[in-house]
């Protein structure tokens, strides 16, 4: 299989410190585990302020649940007992009665029920963020040199998180409906027709809103997956991972089940759910229901690292759902995203429609537009469009830290805007200087 | 070398579970992870509530810092900006004023300056518990089949994620000072004879109150292991995992400076620290002071993994930290370990002492007191004398669990008993609950 290396940032911190390793051996994996490329951008943005970023990918920080978590702080440290209980260690899996409502809230999304679910509570734990739940599942199921298929473009932090566990990230085409099965098919096929099925161990699939080219997947396409997933575990199960990290920033249209509830055998799905988009990222509470095999083999992993997500904060996160402050929270940030990305929209219709071959998909949530720029101007750190949005006051992720290692090629055309952070006359004006970077190239050229 | 396989607990939830993982192929590295031997332990006090536990290894619920939480989070909540600050995502290698403070803390322990010490703000990483700092810093030195040194018994938990990434934990003689200098420096002789030193990546240090043995580490022999892993750093640095856990769980005597204070170059001490004893377990926030060549590969690992520990959590310390709530806590807290050690030292020597053969090190901090029975008296789960203890009504650590898996073998006849979590009353009881199981197998022999 062809192999394109993924693009790095350029002076790494890792550069720098290698020089002062001697005599200092790093562990296989800590060699092969890159710094997260966004550093160099988190960087960038940090040492010049007056830059507008529309790179990170953070929650607006004005809409934090400050409330929310005063009320909740209170009502956990209101009586000593249950204080003291949650100041306690806990148990590697998480809290139970926060379990459960995940587990409850998940099935009623899908408009299904509990008595016919495959889950039970049993089937969940809690992790710090979805992040880890992601890793934990990837370093259960894969070895070095193992495979995941992909989307292209995809998650660039789990793309790293493969990466540094040496697994193969695959990548497969997508469109504006998510990742096309008929593509994953045609993947499998090859890869089966190389020897390399049984190194396949799972797909994948951020299923609302992805991150970065926000797109949620169409909903037959959610039952095909489970379908195509088993029927291609001959040599081993192909488990999907469903990332739904942002289910819950939906602006526009309605919710879709999730690729879970088509499990009905509860033996394929791997869903991922966080609170750090829907709530607050500080709290760093996040989740995962499993198939039943998998749990056991994830708890071993998950007690050797921290015998568990701090017990304190799921707590918290029990009362924030048992008060219905969650559900409160999510009506009110929709509002301000919804104007959020109205602006960047308009601003692009403005600003970049009149630039002949730039496109984005539509966008009904979550935090970001994927920008298909003019077809060989390329977005990178090291070219030209990169410092010229610099040189204009706009920072960006460049579209081609999103693509898998193998397989559908990387479009370095490509970026990512975040509207999370910024407000919508910030969000405006970045685009507009963005567009006078992309003319001001188009005239040179 | 010689290995003797580590003790597992009988019926473990993996076994049943395996029945139904056909078709489910996981990693190696989940297949050599094994379940945390306690959970069996754990499984028997929560099924039988009326035993008396001298297992568990957690803190006095009844003195955790609800007062103090109420007042910090008072504070960390008080501005909105602040609070929004602290919901927001961090950065992976933590808030640099906790840190900050955290380095300050542990020089000023050490009684020495900032100004000559070789670490900086850029040495301190936050992690999840002490836990995970250790878990990082051991896959990031090791691949498999490489080895760590430890003392004859040592941190159970700390073996079995060894075992999860298939490093070679190998045991070296302790006596009351902790590790024994002269026996690392045989050990490493023996494995270079073996053509192994070049596997040697660290040795394992808790230098205070260790767990389970309770010693401290004598202060000539910190010196002297900082120049025993310079000296023996031939093929690669062999670096000292100095685990300083329960520093201030300190009832008699003087404190005595880090290990990491004799580490004038700072190159080969990495200190590792926690807020799970000396505050609460349930907040989970510990930290790291690494050598600077470690720092990023560290925080590679970390970022692929959760992005950094709770913000949220890590304001919320820094803000006890910054009131001198953690003092007031430790100050409290000492004084009722302390009754409590007393409790079980005078039981101790009430009712073990009259039968013979039966010894325990002197206590004067941490959580455990370490028993030595009769020669031939073997405690693990599958004895008599675990059966004959639950049928009496008490439950204690068999110390088997806690020999590394290789070097020095295992004393089969050592007991672990914590008295954190019972009253003195509970404790009185206990021990002479044990003393009777002892007893009555002396008398059947």
Redesign the interface.
């Known amino acids: 299989m062809p192999s394109h290396s993924r693009p790095s940032a350029p002076h790494k911190?890792?550069d720098e410190?290698m020089m002062?390793?001697d005599?200092?051996?790093?562990?296989?994996?800590?060699e092969s585990?890159?710094?997260?490329p966004i550093?160099y951008l988190m960087h960038q943005a940090l040492s010049r302020p007056e830059l507008i970023s529309l790179a990170a990918g953070?929650?607006c920080?004005?809409t934090?649940?400050?409330e929310a978590?005063?009320k909740a702080?209170q009502l956990v440290?209101a009586s000593?007992q249950q204080?003291?209980?949650?100041?306690?260690?806990?148990t590697?899996a998480g809290f139970a009665p926060l379990r459960q409502k995940l587990l409850e809230r998940t099935v009623d999304a899908d408009r299904q029920s509990l008595a016919v679910s495959p889950h039970t509570l049993d089937s969940v734990i809690v992790t710090?963020?979805s992040?880890?739940l992601l890793?934990l599942v990837s370093?259960?199921?894969?070895?070095p040199g193992?495979i995941v298929l992909c989307g292209a473009p995809t998650y660039f932090?789990y793309l790293?998180?493969l990466e540094?566990l040496s697994v193969r990230s695959h990548g497969v085409a997508t469109d504006d409906g998510g990742i096309i099965p008929e593509a994953v098919e045609l993947a499998l096929e090859q890869l089966d027709a190389a020897g390399e099925l049984p190194r396949v161990?799972a797909i994948y699939v951020p299923s609302y809103y992805d991150n970065p080219a926000s797109t949620t997947l169409a909903i037959h396409r959610r039952e095909q997956l489970v379908e195509i997933a088993r029927r291609w575990?001959r040599h081993?199960?192909i488990f999907i991972i469903e990332d739904a990290a942002y289910r819950e920033l939906r602006y526009y249209g309605e919710d879709v089940p999730s690729i879970l509830s088509f499990d009905d055998r509860g033996d394929t799905v791997i869903h991922a759910g966080t609170f750090?988009k829907s709530f607050?990222?500080?709290?760093?509470i996040g989740w995962g229901i499993l198939?039943?095999?998998?749990?056991?083999?994830l708890?071993?992993?998950k007690?050797?690292?921290?015998?568990g997500?701090?017990?304190?904060?799921q707590?918290l996160m029990n009362v924030v759902l048992e008060e219905g402050l969650l559900d409160e929270h999510i009506e009110k940030i929709r509002a301000g995203y919804r104007d959020k990305l109205q602006a960047m929209l308009e601003a692009a219709q403005e600003h970049l429609t009149p630039i002949a071959d730039v496109h984005w998909l539509d966008v009904e949530g979550g935090l970001y537009v994927w920008l298909k720029l003019p077809r060989h101007m390329e977005a990178g750190v090291d070219e030209p469009l990169f410092h010229a949005a610099l040189d204009q006051g706009v920072l960006y992720v460049p579209g081609e830290f999103c693509y898998p290692a193998e397989g559908v090629p990387v479009e370095k055309n490509s970026i990512r805007l975040s509207f999370g952070v910024q407000t919508p006359d910030r969000i405006r004006q970045g685009v507009r200087l963005l567009a006078n970077a992309v003319r001001g190239l188009r005239l040179e050229a």
């Open positions: 911190a890792s410190t002062i390793t005599n200092v051996q790093l562990s296989r994996r800590a585990a890159g710094g997260n550093g953070f929650v920080q004005e934090l649940p400050v978590m005063r702080n440290l000593d204080a003291r209980q949650a100041l306690q260690y806990g590697t710090a963020g992040n880890q890793h370093e259960t199921l894969c070895d193992d932090v790293g998180a540094g161990k575990s081993g199960r750090s607050a990222p500080g709290v760093r198939p039943k095999p998998l749990i056991q083999p708890l071993n992993q007690g050797n690292l921290d015998f997500s701090p017990n304190y904060n707590c």
